[in-house]
């Protein structure tokens, strides 16, 4: 069954392995024994002449990868009444649209703005809301679509936020995971990409505002 809001959230990664649609795919040989496949990296990216970028993942890697995480969500929530994701602006917004067009099951749709990065690089370590949901949540089943998963203070954050409006589960979805960064652990159901301890930009990705519109997920040189 769905996670309860109220408890600890699952970790359903032997499942996801077993079932072979929800392994994450694993960047430069951070891949753990008996995962599915490894992409390469692509070099030489020409979207912004002068742009130090190379290619980590391209559109099409992205797009294969979200219809196999759409079937996944297809299925465990077959049954159930219409799903809300609640995107975190700015940099899941592409990665929403295109994941809830591959969904078929019910989905309704709403946004939460939460921040913890500045201009720069790193982040500020201070997490705040930006913008609030405009729907009530409650008895519903809430999955979180977020670009990246790094130090998961912002999604700890989150998620408790998220449980004071009673929700009836919530999950996660993240189109990239960086596990070396991580300082608080997060249980997030559906993984897209594991990758290396990069900036990473593009497919909604910033670098000061810069490079969302990229179609490709690129490492952003210094």
Request: hydrophobic share 35%; net charge positive; charged share 25%.
């Amino acid at each position: 069954g769905l996670t309860p809001a109220s408890s600890k959230l699952r970790n359903t990664r032997k499942t996801d392995r077993a079932r072979g649609r929800n392994t994450p795919v694993f960047l430069n040989g951070l891949a753990p024994r008996g995962a599915a496949f490894a992409l390469p990296v692509y070099s030489n990216a020409t979207h912004m002449t002068g742009a130090r970028l190379s290619v980590l993942i391209s559109s099409q890697q992205i797009q294969t990868r979200i219809r196999e995480l759409a079937a996944q969500i297809d299925e465990d929530y077959r049954g159930h009444g219409p799903l809300y994701m609640i995107c975190v602006l700015k940099g899941a917004a592409l990665f929403l649209g295109d994941l809830a067009r591959a969904v078929t099951h019910p989905v309704r749709i709403d946004f939460i703005g939460i921040s913890s990065y500045g201009k720069g690089k790193s982040s500020s370590g201070e997490v705040k809301l930006t913008k609030d949901l405009d729907t009530s949540i409650e008895d519903y089943d809430i999955l979180v679509v977020e670009d990246i998963l790094d130090s998961g203070l912002t999604l700890s954050y989150l998620v408790h936020v998220l449980e004071q409006r009673k929700p009836k589960s919530i999950r996660i979805a993240t189109l990239l995971d960086k596990p070396e960064r991580r300082v608080r652990p997060v249980e997030v159901h559906y993984v897209g990409f594991r990758i290396p301890d990069a900036f990473v930009v593009g497919y909604g990705l910033d670098y000061g505002e810069d490079y969302r519109n990229l179609k490709d997920v690129c490492i952003l040189g210094e």
